[in-house]
């Protein structure tokens, strides 16, 4: 094989976008089992939310295990794989709706994390395709991360009416 990336750079990749890969598959199954096991009061918004990011979640990691393809190496593919390069603990119980939110936050920047360590190789590579699908990736996280951190904030009732309304006495 001779794409322009030598074979010890597409080894150091594919192991670390092995790593990527189960961590997108440990945090996707904890927001899937998470999005059928939800209660409480935000059930609505939260079961949407969570089917929302595990869908996306799916289809990516069908695009990093393809990269590691790409690359000419075998992607991790079985549970006993998947739970040796993860660094995403499995939920076996049924947390709470905050704890579950808490839980994807914290999985969340895990990826984000995982993805984020890969760059040193890949820019040292030269290795542009899985750059683009590492920036791609973050943005994903990054935002999601963001959006749930949000449900986690207390906000106080005089903050949050806008100041003029405040003023007006409304």
């Known amino acids: 094989m ?28 904890k927001t899937h089992g998470f999005h059928w096991n939800v209660t409480g009061p935000m059930f ?18 069908d695009a990093i295990a393809e990269r590691i393809r790409a690359l000419g190496y075998p992607a991790p593919a079985s549970y006993a794989q998947f739970a040796k390069l993860a660094s995403i603990a499995e939920e076996t119980g049924v947390p709470n709706a905050q704890e579950m939110v808490r839980q994807l ?9 995982t993805a984020r360590k ?8 030269s290795d542009e395709p899985t750059a683009d699908l590492l920036t791609q990736r973050l943005q994903v ?15 106080p009732p ?13």
């Open 44 to 61: 609505n918004t939260l079961h949407v939310m969570f089917m929302e990011q595990y869908t996306e979640q799916w289809t990516a990691l």
């Open 158 to 170: 005089a903050a949050a009416k806008p100041k003029a309304m405040r003023r007006k006495g409304k």
């Open 118 to 125: 890969l760059f040193p190789i890949v820019d040292k590579a």
């Open 2 to 29: 001779d794409i322009g990336i030598s074979e010890k750079d597409r080894a150091r990749i594919a192991e670390g976008l092995s790593h990527l890969l189960a961590d997108s598959y440990a945090l996707y199954l």
């Open 105 to 113: 936050v914290a999985g969340q920047e895990a990826v984000a994390r």
């Open 141 to 155: 996280h990054e935002k999601t991360a963001w959006m749930l951190r949000s449900l986690l904030e207390d906000v």
